[in-house]
């Protein structure tokens, strides 16, 4: 890409990010940002999957593809690439209802996704 696209779409990426970042998930200066509404309930205990993304503290990117499991795990989706450090499938352990829920979920899935983010920095 040329470098005129590539400052058009890392300034579109960045107003984007900064308008779906979830602060009250940050930890560490890594923070949860929502592509889909995790509000928006599709079963009566409350949203069981959707799409969002990871800031980290250095303002980069992974996405993230989540739903509900009995356990916690987070694999590899896509690998890193120029503007993100990867797309992960990941297990959050309970429906989210609340932002409390998704407090929760990202707290308990946050060892592995600084984990990913670590090996995706270190290649």
């Known amino acids: 890409m040329n470098d005129k696209l ?3 779409l890392e300034k ?14 940050e930890i560490e200066g890594f923070i949860y ?3 889909t509404d995790h509000f928006d ?3 009566e ?26 356990q916690p795990y987070l694999s590899i ?9 990867g797309v992960y499938n990941v297990g959050f352990v309970k429906p989210i209802k609340t932002i ?3 407090v929760y979920n990202f707290k308990i899935i ?9 090996n995706a920095k270190g290649k």
């Open 41 to 43: 309930f599709d079963e």
């Open 45 to 70: 205990v409350g949203c069981t999957f959707g799409d969002g993304f990871v800031q980290a503290p250095d303002r980069t990117i992974a996405g993230i593809i989540w739903e509900v499991a009995d």
């Open 77 to 85: 989706c896509m690998e890193p690439e120029k503007d993100r450090w």
């Open 12 to 25: 579109i990426k960045s107003i984007f990010n900064n308008n779906s970042l979830i602060m009250e998930t």
């Open 110 to 118: 946050f060892p592995l996704i600084k984990e990913a983010y670590v």
């Open 6 to 8: 590539d400052k058009f």
């Open 100 to 102: 409390d829920d998704l």
């Open 33 to 35: 940002g929502e592509y």
